[in-house]
Protein backbone atom coordinates (compact mmCIF):
# COMPACT_ATOMS: atom_id res chain seq x y z
CA UNK A 1 0.00 0.00 0.00
CA UNK A 2 0.97 3.39 -0.67
CA UNK A 3 0.05 6.86 0.71
CA UNK A 4 0.72 10.01 -1.25
CA UNK A 5 1.21 13.24 0.89
CA UNK A 6 1.82 15.59 -1.99
CA UNK A 7 1.99 14.54 -5.65
CA UNK A 8 5.78 14.28 -4.85
CA UNK A 9 6.07 13.31 -1.36
CA UNK A 10 4.83 9.85 -1.12
CA UNK A 11 5.26 7.14 2.11
CA UNK A 12 5.23 3.68 1.94
CA UNK A 13 2.55 2.17 4.20
CA UNK A 14 5.03 -0.21 5.28
CA UNK A 15 6.23 0.60 9.05
CA UNK A 16 9.99 0.30 10.09
CA UNK A 17 10.21 -0.21 14.14
CA UNK A 18 13.14 1.32 15.71
CA UNK A 19 12.50 0.95 19.33
CA UNK A 20 15.10 2.87 20.76
CA UNK A 21 14.63 6.64 23.18
CA UNK A 22 17.01 8.86 22.76
CA UNK A 23 17.92 8.79 19.11
CA UNK A 24 20.83 10.99 18.32
CA UNK A 25 21.84 12.63 14.49
CA UNK A 26 25.08 11.17 15.08
CA UNK A 27 23.77 7.53 15.60
CA UNK A 28 21.53 8.52 12.40
CA UNK A 29 24.63 9.82 10.53
CA UNK A 30 27.79 9.36 12.41
CA UNK A 31 30.25 12.18 11.92
CA UNK A 32 33.26 10.74 9.48
CA UNK A 33 30.27 10.78 6.62
CA UNK A 34 30.13 14.66 7.06
CA UNK A 35 33.21 14.98 5.14
CA UNK A 36 30.93 14.10 2.12
CA UNK A 37 30.92 17.39 -0.31
CA UNK A 38 27.79 16.36 -2.44
CA UNK A 39 24.49 16.32 -1.42
CA UNK A 40 23.70 12.57 -1.78
CA UNK A 41 25.55 9.63 -1.25
CA UNK A 42 23.91 9.18 2.63
CA UNK A 43 21.33 7.07 2.29
CA UNK A 44 23.57 3.82 1.83
CA UNK A 45 25.26 5.34 5.31
CA UNK A 46 21.79 5.48 7.32
CA UNK A 47 22.77 4.47 11.16
CA UNK A 48 25.70 3.25 9.83
CA UNK A 49 27.57 1.91 13.00
CA UNK A 50 24.32 -0.01 14.31
CA UNK A 51 23.47 -1.32 10.06
CA UNK A 52 27.00 -2.61 9.17
CA UNK A 53 29.54 -5.35 11.49
CA UNK A 54 32.75 -3.19 9.86
CA UNK A 55 33.66 0.61 10.66
CA UNK A 56 31.98 2.85 7.45
CA UNK A 57 34.22 5.68 5.86
CA UNK A 58 32.68 8.49 3.34
CA UNK A 59 32.77 7.15 -0.09
CA UNK A 60 32.98 3.57 0.65
CA UNK A 61 31.50 0.66 -1.31
CA UNK A 62 28.84 -0.73 0.68
CA UNK A 63 27.45 -3.33 -1.15
CA UNK A 64 30.28 -5.99 0.24
CA UNK A 65 29.85 -4.98 4.00
CA UNK A 66 29.10 -7.47 6.99
CA UNK A 67 25.70 -6.32 8.21
CA UNK A 68 24.15 -6.39 11.23
CA UNK A 69 20.85 -8.92 10.57
CA UNK A 70 19.19 -7.94 13.88
CA UNK A 71 19.28 -4.11 12.82
CA UNK A 72 15.45 -3.65 11.15
CA UNK A 73 17.00 -2.02 8.01
CA UNK A 74 18.65 -5.39 6.96
CA UNK A 75 15.15 -7.20 7.95
CA UNK A 76 13.54 -7.98 4.32
CA UNK A 77 10.11 -7.26 5.97
CA UNK A 78 11.31 -3.38 6.22
CA UNK A 79 12.35 -3.32 3.04
CA UNK A 80 11.20 -0.45 0.94
CA UNK A 81 9.36 0.91 3.96
CA UNK A 82 8.29 4.91 4.03
CA UNK A 83 7.12 5.26 7.28
CA UNK A 84 9.28 5.07 10.72
CA UNK A 85 8.29 4.08 14.04
CA UNK A 86 10.56 5.62 17.24
CA UNK A 87 10.36 6.37 20.49
CA UNK A 88 11.17 10.20 22.65
CA UNK A 89 13.29 12.71 21.78
CA UNK A 90 14.47 11.40 18.66
CA UNK A 91 16.85 13.65 16.52
CA UNK A 92 18.56 14.73 19.63
CA UNK A 93 22.35 15.73 19.34
CA UNK A 94 23.65 17.84 17.13
CA UNK A 95 22.01 19.77 14.75
CA UNK A 96 23.57 18.43 11.03
CA UNK A 97 20.77 18.49 8.35
CA UNK A 98 22.36 15.43 6.82
CA UNK A 99 20.92 13.19 9.39
CA UNK A 100 17.17 14.03 7.47
CA UNK A 101 19.31 13.31 3.87
CA UNK A 102 20.16 10.02 5.03
CA UNK A 103 16.74 9.05 6.28
CA UNK A 104 15.17 10.73 3.05
CA UNK A 105 17.02 9.34 0.73
CA UNK A 106 16.94 5.88 2.15
CA UNK A 107 13.30 6.79 1.12
CA UNK A 108 11.68 7.72 4.46
CA UNK A 109 9.10 10.66 4.29
CA UNK A 110 7.58 10.09 7.54
CA UNK A 111 8.57 9.50 11.34
CA UNK A 112 6.40 8.82 13.72
CA UNK A 113 7.19 9.35 17.33
CA UNK A 114 6.51 10.74 21.11
CA UNK A 115 8.63 14.03 20.63
CA UNK A 116 11.35 14.86 18.45
CA UNK A 117 14.90 17.27 19.05
CA UNK A 118 13.76 20.46 17.78
CA UNK A 119 16.26 21.41 15.56
CA UNK A 120 15.46 17.98 14.08
CA UNK A 121 11.84 18.48 13.51
CA UNK A 122 12.37 21.29 11.85
CA UNK A 123 15.26 20.15 9.80
CA UNK A 124 12.59 16.95 8.26
CA UNK A 125 10.15 19.90 6.96
CA UNK A 126 12.90 21.33 5.16
CA UNK A 127 13.78 17.91 3.51
CA UNK A 128 10.84 16.38 2.99
CA UNK A 129 9.69 14.69 5.97
CA UNK A 130 6.37 14.69 7.54
CA UNK A 131 7.59 14.12 11.61
CA UNK A 132 4.52 13.39 13.51
CA UNK A 133 4.07 13.88 17.23
CA UNK A 134 1.65 11.25 19.11
CA UNK A 135 1.17 10.63 22.70
CA UNK A 136 2.55 7.65 24.23
CA UNK A 137 0.20 5.11 24.42
CA UNK A 138 -0.68 5.75 20.40
CA UNK A 139 3.28 5.09 19.59
CA UNK A 140 3.04 1.89 22.08
CA UNK A 141 -0.22 1.16 20.51
CA UNK A 142 1.78 0.86 17.07
CA UNK A 143 4.56 -0.80 17.75
CA UNK A 144 2.31 -3.77 19.23
CA UNK A 145 0.18 -3.65 15.88
CA UNK A 146 3.13 -4.33 13.89
CA UNK A 147 4.59 -6.83 15.67
CA UNK A 148 1.36 -8.41 16.22
CA UNK A 149 -0.12 -8.07 13.11
CA UNK A 150 1.87 -9.59 10.29
CA UNK A 151 1.96 -7.11 6.92
CA UNK A 152 0.18 -4.12 9.06
CA UNK A 153 0.34 -1.31 7.58
CA UNK A 154 -0.74 2.32 8.09
CA UNK A 155 -1.73 5.25 5.36
CA UNK A 156 -1.23 9.04 6.21
CA UNK A 157 -3.23 11.53 5.31
CA UNK A 158 -1.79 14.54 5.46
CA UNK A 159 -4.75 16.66 4.15
CA UNK A 160 -6.63 15.77 6.59
CA UNK A 161 -4.13 15.35 9.31
CA UNK A 162 -4.85 11.46 10.26
CA UNK A 163 -3.35 7.92 10.30
CA UNK A 164 -5.28 5.52 9.09
CA UNK A 165 -4.73 1.77 9.21
CA UNK A 166 -6.53 -0.90 7.13
CA UNK A 167 -8.93 -2.06 10.08
CA UNK A 168 -10.20 1.55 9.90
CA UNK A 169 -8.84 2.92 12.86
CA UNK A 170 -8.08 6.59 12.82
CA UNK A 171 -5.59 8.84 14.77
CA UNK A 172 -5.36 12.27 14.47
CA UNK A 173 -2.23 14.22 14.29
CA UNK A 174 -1.35 18.33 14.61
CA UNK A 175 0.90 19.87 12.04
CA UNK A 176 1.42 24.13 11.93
CA UNK A 177 -0.05 25.14 8.97
CA UNK A 178 2.49 26.49 7.14
CA UNK A 179 4.47 23.61 7.33
CA UNK A 180 1.81 21.70 6.17
CA UNK A 181 1.00 23.59 3.19
CA UNK A 182 4.89 23.72 2.20
CA UNK A 183 4.85 19.83 1.85
CA UNK A 184 1.38 19.98 0.24
CA UNK A 185 3.11 21.67 -2.30
CA UNK A 186 7.14 20.74 -2.70
CA UNK A 187 8.06 23.88 -1.04
CA UNK A 188 11.37 24.66 0.86
CA UNK A 189 12.42 27.82 1.99
CA UNK A 190 14.06 28.76 -1.24
CA UNK A 191 10.68 27.89 -2.86
CA UNK A 192 8.50 29.85 -1.06
CA UNK A 193 10.84 33.02 -1.99
CA UNK A 194 11.15 32.43 -5.68
CA UNK A 195 6.96 32.47 -5.57
CA UNK A 196 7.36 35.97 -5.20
CA UNK A 197 10.31 36.05 -7.48
CA UNK A 198 8.09 39.50 -9.74
CA UNK A 199 7.28 41.28 -6.04
CA UNK A 200 11.51 41.28 -5.55
CA UNK A 201 12.37 42.43 -8.90
CA UNK A 202 9.98 45.46 -8.14
CA UNK A 203 11.12 46.04 -5.17
CA UNK A 204 14.82 46.07 -6.21
CA UNK A 205 13.67 48.54 -9.35
CA UNK A 206 12.14 51.00 -6.48
CA UNK A 207 15.30 50.72 -4.32
CA UNK A 208 17.83 51.95 -7.48
CA UNK A 209 15.37 55.03 -7.99
CA UNK A 210 14.86 55.51 -3.96
CA UNK A 211 18.41 54.36 -2.65
CA UNK A 212 21.17 54.89 -6.00
CA UNK A 213 24.02 55.37 -3.59
CA UNK A 214 23.69 51.48 -2.55
CA UNK A 215 24.53 50.45 -6.17
CA UNK A 216 27.16 53.18 -6.39
CA UNK A 217 30.76 51.31 -7.56
CA UNK A 218 33.83 52.79 -5.77
Same mark, same amino acid.
Given at each position: ?11 ? #? ?5 ? *? ?11 ? =?????? *? ?17 ? %????? @? ?5 ? @? ?9 ? !????? !? $?????? #?? @? ?5 ? !? ?5 ? $???? &???? &??? =? ?9 ? %???? +? ?6 ? =? ?10 ? @? ?17 ? +? ?22 ? #? !? ?11 ? %? ?6
Amino acid at each position: METSLTSGHRAN #GTILQLD *RANVDTDAILPKQ =FLMIIE *RSGFGQHLFDEWRYLDHGE %PYQDC @SKRPLNL @SFPLNQPRYEG !AGIML !A $RGNFGC #GS @SREHAPW !ALHEWGI $RAII &APSF &AEI =FYSNCFKNGIL %PIVL +DEVAVENL =FVAVEQLPGYQI @SIDLEKQEIVDGHGNRVPF +DVDPFRKHCLLNGLDEVGMTLLKA #G !AIREFEKTRIVLE %PWLYERF
